[in-house]
């Protein structure tokens, strides 16, 4: 039975992740929200038949943006990922996606700021929490790790119930729990290097690194520093995820 996929932008895609859920023999049913029918874009389900996880995975627009691109989706997901939660199934939010999971559960997503926190992009330090020291979807993941980032907001406030597992100085929420089969995390493990490549030459990204007054050189030699790492500590993440929170016994009916 498939994995939902919630794709927002082409840009921001399943990376590594998915060649991970698909050699754990799991199904990828990929949707562009963002792109009309005519041009293959697929809306949210409106309904659970075939539904086993959910993912929800990043993009340029900001949680609450009323615009042509996000009127047709962004309260019809959101809706989604708070009745997947209810259901128990495995839910998982990358950067948009994880915002978009603390603000359907109930929790505050905003502007990145004041000092000194701050928008992100490029490879940060993320610290692990005590709780995420012994969460088995973060098994052989260092207490602290370098991760890439590319954000505008950040979550401000954790959904009731919420378990933070790792932190940072520009960004207080890098990654969160909430029972047992909901994650999110702000970084971009999934993240390969052409994928890192392609941010760069994104618009949206550009006109971060500019108000954040980042050059594309800085950001091409945090990733000849930091890459060979964080490729590694992403594979390990993501093969935990494939593992732990979608196990072929749990996405397979009798």
């Not at 997901?77 to 128990?88: G, K």
């Not at 390969?192 to 030459?201: I, R, S």
Request: aromatic fraction near 8%.
């Amino acid at each position: 039975m498939p994995i939902v996929v919630l794709q927002h932008a082409a840009m921001d895609g399943v990376g590594r992740l998915g060649p991970e859920l698909r050699d754990h023999a799991l199904k990828l049913d990929i949707r562009r929200l963002d792109l009309p029918a005519a041009q293959g874009g697929r809306g949210v389900p409106i309904d659970f038949d075939d539904v086993d996880a959910v993912i929800s995975l990043g993009g340029p627009m900001n949680v609450g943006d009323a615009t042509p691109v996000t009127a047709g989706w962004m309260q019809a997901e959101l809706d989604f990922l708070r009745e997947a939660h209810a259901r128990q199934l495995p839910v998982l939010g990358l950067c948009l996606g994880a915002q978009m999971i603390a603000k359907a559960l109930g929790g505050e997503v905003g502007v990145s700021g004041p000092a000194p926190s701050g928008p992100e992009i490029g490879f940060c330090a993320v610290q692990q929490t005590p709780p995420g020291n012994t969460d088995r979807i973060l098994a052989g993941i260092p207490w602290t790790s370098w991760q890439f980032q590319a954000h505008g907001q950040e979550i401000k406030k954790l959904p009731d119930g919420a378990t933070l597992l790792q932190t940072s100085p520009a960004c207080k929420v890098q990654a969160f729990s909430v029972g047992l089969r909901t994650y999110a995390f702000q970084y971009h493990f999934e993240t390969t290097k052409g994928d890192v490549d392609g941010y760069l030459a994104d618009p949206w990204c550009q006109g971060l690194m500019s108000a954040l007054g980042v050059s594309q050189s800085q950001l091409r030699a945090q990733a000849s520093e930091h890459y060979e790492a964080f490729e590694r500590l992403g594979q390990r993440l993501a093969g935990n995820i494939a593992a732990y929170m979608f196990p072929m016994r749990s996405m397979t009916r009798a």
